[in-house]
T-cell receptor, first 113, second 117 residues
């Protein structure tokens, strides 16, 4: 079972920041927070991950609360191409057969013109 | 970044026939690959873990005799849907984990849309 909860959907205006929340109140100390997204009829795409510090890359920023029970993915300037289902996933950092991901329902982000 | 391909991207078959889907890691080796299934408007559900040189590990409720997995090499895993039925119509996606410096990422193929008539 997924260990995260996300609102089912949200929308934002093109060019504005999109803030996608995620709750993971039962996260363990050795578990990371990962974000993936899936554009319609495509395979999921890795966005970002973090343990406890805030992270930023060319795609997004990840803000993790101090108690690590929730996080927010920020797309600073959303475009129409960012319309997708965004999945927040927690898991330990394993490799090989133990690195499987458990997907929840995700949040559908709709970016409007 | 690392690339995973799938073939075919779309297939239509008749009920009772078998369909093979290939998953390839193009520029890296993958001792493990994962197969997911996704029904319309649903999330991805893990079907099985494919292990190079050994038997696949199936998730609870997935019939191993119906969904045959062969991980023949470090860059190729195949999923064969045997005696397909309309309820097997779905979007099948494979993935492979990164290793070393890219171990945090999981690389997904573009998916295969299977329609059983």
């Amino acid at each position: 079972d997924a260990k995260t909860t996300q609102p089912p959907s949200m929308d934002c205006a093109e060019g504005r920041a999109a803030n996608l929340p995620c709750n993971h109140s039962t996260i363990s100390g050795n578990e990371y927070v990962y974000w993936y997204r899936q554009i319609h009829s495509q395979g999921p795409q890795y966005i970002i991950h973090g343990l406890k510090n805030n992270e930023t890359n060319e795609m997004a920023s990840l803000i993790i609360t101090e108690d690590r029970k929730s996080s927010t993915l920020i797309l600073p300037h959303a475009t129409l191409r960012d319309t997708a289902v965004y999945y927040c996933i927690v898991r330990s950092t394993y490799t090989g057969a133990n690195s499987k991901l458990t997907f929840g329902k995700g949040i559908t982000l709709s970016v409007r013109p | 970044g690392a690339v995973v391909s799938q073939h075919p991207s779309r297939v239509i078959c008749k009920s009772g026939t078998s369909v093979k889907i290939e998953c390839r890691s193009l520029d890296f080796q993958a001792t493990t690959m994962f197969w997911y299934r996704q029904f319309p408007k649903k999330s991805l559900m893990l079907m099985a873990t494919s292990n190079e040189g050994s038997k696949a590990t199936y998730e609870q409720g997935v019939e191993k005799d119906k969904f045959l997995i062969n991980h023949a090499s470090l860059t190729l895993s195949t999923l064969t849907v045997t005696s397909a039925h309309p309820e097997d119509s779905s979007f099948y996606i494979c993935s492979a984990p990164g290793s070393g410096g890219i171990r945090h990422e999981q690389y997904f193929g573009p998916g295969t849309r299977l329609t059983v008539t």
